[in-house]
């Protein structure tokens, strides 16, 4: 349609299509990255003779990294807007592949899963900005392309470790490399966009930040928001951790088929995220928020005493239910505190998803202590805690 990048200046805002299809593209590159490093811990388990409690600490490295920082970088791009800051954050991911392709030891892993979550760290609150600007005013819709790119970087990661990692080596995480330089390039070039947009509007009046309703509403709302995502994220990260031990331990699959059932799970997510979005654009982010925290309940109860079919079948329908309610989230609460596009990014992309790290270090020990059927069985319950979506405010409609 139009041009955006640079070169299409009268005409900047309305080239909202290809500026979220070229965020939406980096987040695939930038959790295609992440993701590899879930899906090779049966690599580094081996590699390395890792217990459960080591994989745990890896996947807390990544997660706190990237959970402790996401705030305070959303904070002050809110106030001090850094168009350039995202092939920075590719830039780091970049040297954190390199680094987990030539680690000689634990230590290593661990600093390079701390290089990928501050790359993820820097990415994501101005990424999210981008794509509000660029959403023309459909929100869900925006927020959920832009997710679903991460999503589907998430699903194919360990179609990468299964196909090329495995067969050739540890040493071959450093060939992808190469995505990380694709995502530094076409970065700079939606920066550059970003800050042309910033220059145009510089003089309309900033966005208002008056809150929707009473502050004490909005911290209850916004901290249900919060648990609701940090549930989903540790029920999350115990299927991205451990499912692939989960599947080998209790149906016997090999490692590669066992990646493969991980990639159901993870294509289904990708879906429903995708999904969510223009759903709630539709029915309002609340609705969304209601079916998929409540929708998935019986399902989760039900996985852990599946056989493996209905292991695979579930997975799916887990994935593509639980994953619709992020973009929802996320809008909801862009609408709960308006104004902070980057503290909200950094709330829900990082703290929330640091407590799925938080969660998968203590899995990794119920598992070395108890079994890792023991841990599912835990997990199933989580869900249950989407009741507290009951307590959401309804917002009242902009004028």
């Not at 071959?172 to 966009?193: H, I, K, P, T, Y």
């Not at 502050?215 to 709302?221: C, D, H, K, L, M």
């Not at 940090?230 to 999350?236: E, I």
Request: net charge positive.
């Amino acid at each position: 349609m139009v041009a955006a990048f640079p070169g299409a200046q009268p005409r900047i805002e309305k080239t909202t299509t290809s500026i979220l299809l070229a965020v939406s593209f980096c987040h695939l590159l930038n959790d295609l990255m992440q993701s590899l490093l879930a899906s090779l811990y049966p690599l580094f388990k081996a590699n390395y003779a890792l217990d459960f409690v080591q994989i745990g600490l890896l996947t807390m490295a990544f997660q706190v990294t990237a959970s402790l920082l996401q705030p305070l970088v959303g904070m002050a791009t809110d106030r001090w807007p850094m168009p350039y800051s995202l092939p920075v954050g590719m830039g780091s991911t970049f040297l954190g592949l390199i680094l987990l392709g030539n680690a000689g030891n634990f230590a290593l892993l661990v600093l390079a899963a701390c290089l990928i979550g501050l790359g993820s760290a820097i990415f994501h609150p101005e990424a999210s900005r981008v794509a509000r600007l660029g959403s023309g005013g459909r929100h869900g819709l925006a927020q959920s392309l832009f997710q679903v790119g991460g999503n589907m970087g998430s699903a194919m990661g360990p179609l990468l470790a299964a196909f090329i990692v495995l067969p050739f080596g540890q040493g071959s995480v450093s060939w992808l490399s190469g995505v990380a330089m694709l995502g530094v390039v076409v970065l700079w070039r939606v920066g550059a966009w970003y800050a042309a947009h910033r220059k145009q509007n510089a003089g309309k009046p900033a966005a208002s930040r008056a809150l929707p309703l009473p502050q004490g509403r909005v911290a209850i709302a916004f901290g249900i928001l919060v648990l609701l995502t940090a549930t989903k994220n540790v029920y999350m990260a115990s299927i991205s951790s451990y499912f692939t031990f989960y599947v080998i331990d209790q149906f016997g699959l090999g490692v590669r088929e066992a990646q493969l059932m991980l990639f159901l799970f993870l294509a289904a997510a990708a879906a429903g995220t995708f999904l969510g979005g223009p759903i709630g654009d539709r029915m309002g982010a609340r609705f969304v928020i209601w079916f998929s925290i409540l929708g998935v309940i019986p399902f989760a109860l039900l996985l852990p005493y599946a056989n493996l079919f209905w292991t695979g079948v579930l997975s799916v329908v887990i994935g593509l239910i639980f994953a619709s309610a992020f973009s929802a989230i996320v809008v909801f609460a862009q609408e709960l505190v308006p104004g902070r596009v980057g503290l909200i990014a950094g709330v829900f992309f990082g703290f929330a998803f640091g407590a799925g790290g938080l969660g998968a270090a203590l899995l990794g020990n119920f598992a070395d202590t108890h079994g890792i059927a023991f841990v599912y069985r835990i997990c199933s319950y989580l869900p249950l805690l989407g009741l507290l979506t009951i307590l959401l405010p309804r917002l009242p409609r902009a004028g």
